[in-house]
């Protein structure tokens, strides 16, 4: 369904959300290995918002 959606919004918003799923997996990857090495709590709070917002790109919910 949220395949459709994302061709409903306007050409700045679309390209804005394609940015920000292209640029997921790069940070999350650096997050990942932030938490590892310098584990606090913001690093892990983080950690997690990142892997939540991949998943939702991952199955479509964006």
Known sequence: ??????????????KCLFVI???M????FYQLLRTIFLPTTLDVFLLGIFVFIYIAFY????
Do not use: D, I, K
């Open 1 to 14: 369904m949220s395949r459709h959606y994302r061709y409903r919004l306007p050409p700045w918003a679309r």
């Open 59 to 62: 199955l479509e919910w964006f």
């Open 21 to 23: 799923e292209s640029a």
């Open 25 to 28: 997996a790069p940070l999350l």
